[in-house]
């Protein structure tokens, strides 16, 4: 067993360090932020009530449990906490479970006296240990803010029992799919349903007379999320709502080792899909088959996208009344919008986040070149007459057109949103221009990750997606914790051209766009010098 942890630390001492540490900063950045954005009382009193008059800003935040500085940070921050401790549980099982079947790993293993049940067990304690690691983090990040010790303790521990929760998830997913790739999409599509539950919940729950807090409804306790939330740190402060947590994180574990001891090694519950006897014509061609194997994944971007785009045209007038009432909220609107409307900078900010969905589809189709060159699949695809450097341009190709994708799925959104509300429809202009903006930004992403596949590819997908969350990180919260703007500007979706009053402001557009194609040029080019690497 010892051997084994020993191990699986070897492996992941990277990801769960930049995971631990991203979470951290999360939340020791959050109360510098928040005290620095909504200093006063009235202020945070004022976008309380304005949440609760549209309770659909809800579905991105926590739930509200007081004006006060430190329930009030939970209310801005700890959905982004649990979800941090959700991604790293679920991927961290499946790595260790489904994808060693899958690689051959767990049969070697499974070869020695560590036997058959070993692994998982320790899988087990791995995922468990990361947890506790990432609540007491949590509770140092509040602490260092001057947050009553108690409440932070009990906000560590409602992030940890999520992570928990998920870890589990992860398990029972690796046990009923085949593939790794398989497994990792049923635990992402189980936490974004659970998400959503958790933030339609409490859109639906009861106000109280002060308009501080909110009752969840019933749909709430559906989800790992809520559970979360509802141990309501520095007000409440219920344990409970966490012990369910990690109860049902419990029943999860006891089912997963259940399966495994139901089926033979390499086998799965739900039985793979099988393939059709000819190949269609699409397969006819290098590019096509790389469309069919990340057209998945594209769709689900998109769609985020869409909802991203609808929310941003269709939250205007509720943006107006809050940037209206609290001058803070209104100086960062207007500094996103150099100048322009609320509602302009209601579209600035929406659309960055349609930047981060293009930019982590076009992350996701590099990572699937670097999962095809480990698994050997990409051999059977050069031993035809295809070379390196087609192959690897085949999916760039494939990789900006999710981007394109994406972000048009945005700017649609943004039409339907002005349509059904009833807005301006130079909003939708507005929509139209920040995203072909963020088609530029999130080109950085793919070119980088692209040029790291070509120089070290087993650390691509780690620096991939860490690209990724420094670019949200910057992007989107840097303002908010009162980072310096040149450090804020290094995000590339801060840099995409947006509307201001009286016109466009191209800001870094010549730079990204430059950055782009140097990159993948350069990709391309050292592609020809790299020989396979099918190892890792």
């Known amino acids: 067993m010892s051997a084994l942890l020993r191990q699986r630390l070897r492996r992941d001492w990277l990801q769960l360090l930049l995971w631990l540490l991203g979470t951290y900063a999360l939340a020791a950045a959050a109360v510098g ?62 790595r260790h479970t489904r994808a060693d079947e899958e690689l051959g790993r767990a049969e070697l293993v499974g070869a020695t006296p560590a036997g058959r049940f070993t692994p998982l067990w320790a899988t087990i304690i791995h995922g468990t240990l990361a947890n506790v690691v990432l609540a007491l983090l ?56 659970a998400f959503l539950l958790s933030g339609i919940g ?55 080792v259940s399966l495994h001891a139901s089926r033979d090694l390499g086998e799965s519950l739900i039985a793979e899909r099988l393939g059709r006897r000819d190949a269609g014509p699409l397969l006819s061609s290098p590019m096509g088959l790389v469309w069919r194997l990340t057209w998945g994944s594209v ?53 960055l986040i349609v930047g981060l969905l293009a930019a982590s589809a076009a992350v996701q189709t590099l990572c699937r070149a670097r999962q095809e060159e480990a698994h050997g699949t990409a051999e059977l695809v050069l031993s035809a007459p295809v070379d390196r450097v087609r192959w690897l341009a085949d999916y760039i190709v494939v990789a900006f057109a999710a981007i394109l994708l994406v972000a048009a799925s945005g700017v649609l959104g943004a039409v339907l949103g002005v349509a059904t509300s009833g807005g301006e429809w130079s909003l939708a202009q507005d929509a139209l221009v920040s995203g072909a903006g963020q088609v530029a930004a999130a080109s950085v992403f793919l070119a980088l990750t692209a040029l790291v596949f070509v120089i070290a590819p087993r650390w691509t997908i780690p620096v991939g997606w860490t690209l990724v969350m420094l670019g949200v990180l910057l992007g989107l919260f840097g303002s908010l914790f009162g980072f310096p703007e040149w450090i804020v500007n290094l995000s590339p979706l801060t840099q995409a051209p947006l509307v201001v009053q009286d016109g466009v402001d191209l800001k870094g557009l010549w730079w990204l766009i430059m950055a782009s194609v140097i990159g993948a040029a350069a990709a391309l080019l050292l592609m020809r010098r790299r020989e396979l690497a099918t190892d890792g």
């Open 33 to 94: 932020g928040v005290a620095q954005a909504y200093g006063t009382e009235p202020d945070r009193v004022n976008v309380l009530a304005a949440v609760m008059a549209n309770p659909v800003i809800m579905l991105f935040r926590g739930l509200p449990s007081g004006a006060g500085p430190a329930a009030f940070t939970l209310f801005l921050i700890f959905p982004f906490l649990a979800m941090m401790a959700a991604f790293m549980s679920t991927f961290l099982a499946v």
């Open 138 to 193: 949590v509770t140092v990040g509040f602490l260092s803010g001057g947050f009553p010790g108690y409440g932070s303790l009990v906000a560590g521990l409602a992030a940890g029992a999520v992570g928990l929760c998920f870890l589990g998830v992860g398990l029972v997913a690796g046990q009923l799919m085949r593939t790794s790739r398989g497994a990792n999409s049923v635990a992402v599509w189980v936490l974004l349903i």
């Open 202 to 256: 409490n859109a639906a729950g009861t106000p109280s007379a002060d308009l501080q807090s909110i009752q969840s409804s019933w749909l709430t306790w559906l989800s790992p999320f809520g559970w979360g939330e509802n141990t309501r740190p520095f007000a409440a402060d219920n344990l409970w709502p966490a012990a369910l947590a990690v109860g049902i994180a419990l029943v999860l574990t006891a089912i997963a």
């Open 299 to 351: 769709l689900g971007w998109s769609v985020g996208g869409l909802l991203t785009g609808l929310l941003a045209t269709s939250l205007a007038a509720v943006i107006d009344s809050i940037g209206t009432e609290i001058p803070a909220v209104q100086t960062i609107f207007e500094a996103l919008s150099r100048g322009g409307s609320l509602q302009q900078g209601m579209v600035v900010i929406f659309f």
